[in-house]
């Protein structure tokens, strides 16, 4: 929604007193978000919680935004036309934006195949949102397809599926790429928890738990 719409129906936004630096200070981290975009089997949910849970015994602040969690709620009166889909996105990119505020670490596991979209989603987010691409090729993702969708797709049960028909648009020029075909689980979160660490210059990972 543009300004001068929020404006003509009299919405102002409200600066408390307790700003992103205090709670991020008060939590002894960086908000960031971490965004991992790929197919439908590629990995992401897999990747998101395992990172979320090496942050959490890291005593880091983290939560997890899953496509399908999302849509038992807050987007439950969305379907999977390509105007819901952009509006999924744009919702879950507003709460995403909330959550960073609040300093927390925020794991966004979506398919989100289209790069406009997820331009979007980075001037809304700015500097903080870190895009993962997760990259696996269609045929690996079709032959775990844990979900069954692929299958369903190709019988024509389910419409503008990512990867059958409709497309996916590969992320340019992503901050991290992990490809989950070549490396394993531990191998890809390591290498996103090396990321993280660079980038907050003090994040102590523990090679064990890798």
Request: aromatic share 6%.
């Amino acid at each position: 929604m543009g300004d001068s719409l929020v404006e003509k129906r009299n919405v102002y936004w409200h600066t408390g007193q307790v700003l992103r630096t205090h709670r991020e200070n008060m939590l002894r981290q960086r908000g960031m978000v971490l965004w991992l975009s790929g197919l439908s089997g590629s990995g992401k949910s897999t990747l998101a919680h395992a990172l979320e849970a090496e942050l959490h015994a890291l005593g880091r602040l983290t939560y997890t935004l899953d496509g399908d969690n999302i849509r038992h709620g807050l987007n439950s009166d969305l379907g999977f036309s390509q105007a819901d889909r952009r509006e999924n996105l744009r919702r879950i990119g507003e709460v995403a934006k909330l959550m960073l505020d609040s300093g927390v670490i925020v794991l966004a596991a979506f398919i989100s195949p289209l790069r406009a979209e997820r331009e979007q989603l980075r001037a809304v987010l700015g500097a903080d949102y870190i895009e993962v691409f997760v990259d696996c090729p269609l045929a690996v993702c079709e032959q775990r397809d844990p979900k069954a969708l692929y299958a369903k797709a190709r019988a024509g049960l389910i419409p503008e599926f990512t990867g059958i028909s409709a497309p996916y648009e590969p992320p340019q020029k992503p901050e991290i790429v992990v490809r989950t075909a070549e490396d394993s689980v531990a191998q890809c979160l390591a290498q996103l928890l090396a990321y993280i660490n660079e980038r907050t210059g003090g994040l102590e990972v523990s090679a064990a738990r890798c």
